[in-house]
């Protein structure tokens, strides 16, 4: 049996400087910036915040919410499945007895750290009872303080769902 050698690609000076791969790719970016000088008409942008995203689907996960009732109660029963599920623990719950019969308890604290959350869903996928989403169709979340980023039961609550879906589907 004989070797069989084979020749690499790469061995000239031209190939071993990139010199050649780096003026082509300029050439590129020349090409598209002088097109765009030219023609600004063609360069696709957005003028965000006026204008909004319109490819947003209800499936898109925005800032979270917390459902209600059809006596407008708080839907959460405590159970912790959002905290649990939850891989980045941004989910801070405290439970109470509820009095008015209709569940064994419910929250009395209910806080997420928007800043630590990465938005995954597994806590909406966990909820035994719908009682939380994310399909406020808020996603872009702006303040000024760190605090600002940590929402509290009252917050979730005030937030409606922005595609028609106020109530549980239950």
Same mark, same amino acid.
């Given at each position: 049996?004989?070797?069989?050698?084979?020749?690499?690609?790469?061995?000239?000076?031209?190939?071993?400087?990139? $010199?050649?791969?780096?003026?082509?790719?300029?050439?590129?970016?020349?090409?598209?910036? /002088?097109?765009?000088?030219? =023609?600004?008409?063609? !360069?696709? /942008?957005?003028?965000? #915040? +006026?204008?909004?995203?319109?490819? &947003?689907?209800? %499936?898109?996960?925005?800032?979270?919410?917390? /459902?209600? %009732?059809?006596?407008?109660?708080?839907?959460?029963?405590?159970?912790?499945?959002?905290?649990?599920?939850?891989?980045? +623990?941004? &989910?801070? !719950?405290?439970?109470? +007895?509820?009095?008015?019969?209709? =569940?064994?308890?419910?929250?009395?604290?209910?806080?997420?750290?928007? $800043?630590?959350? &990465?938005?995954?869903?597994?806590?909406?996928?966990?909820? #035994?009872?719908?009682?939380?989403?994310?399909?406020?169709?808020?996603?872009? !979340?702006?303040?000024?303080?760190?605090?600002?980023?940590? $929402?509290?039961? +009252?917050?979730? $609550?005030?937030? %409606?769902?922005?595609?028609?879906?106020?109530?549980?589907?239950?």
């Amino acid at each position: 049996m004989g070797v069989k050698v084979v020749k690499r690609h790469g061995d000239s000076f031209k190939d071993k400087t990139y $010199l050649w791969a780096v003026f082509s790719g300029m050439r590129v970016t020349l090409k598209k910036f /002088t097109a765009n000088l030219s =023609d600004t008409t063609c !360069i696709p /942008t957005c003028e965000y #915040p +006026e204008a909004q995203p319109e490819d &947003i689907t209800n %499936r898109y996960r925005g800032m979270h919410r917390l /459902t209600h %009732r059809d006596d407008d109660s708080v839907r959460c029963v405590a159970c912790f499945m959002c905290a649990t599920a939850c891989p980045a +623990e941004c &989910i801070f !719950i405290e439970a109470e +007895e509820r009095l008015d019969g209709v =569940d064994e308890k419910q929250p009395s604290r209910f806080d997420i750290d928007l $800043l630590e959350c &990465i938005f995954c869903g597994y806590c909406v996928e966990a909820c #035994p009872c719908d009682a939380i989403r994310m399909d406020t169709g808020i996603f872009s !979340i702006v303040a000024k303080e760190r605090e600002d980023f940590i $929402l509290n039961k +009252e917050q979730l $609550l005030k937030n %409606r769902g922005a595609f028609g879906q106020e109530n549980s589907l239950a």
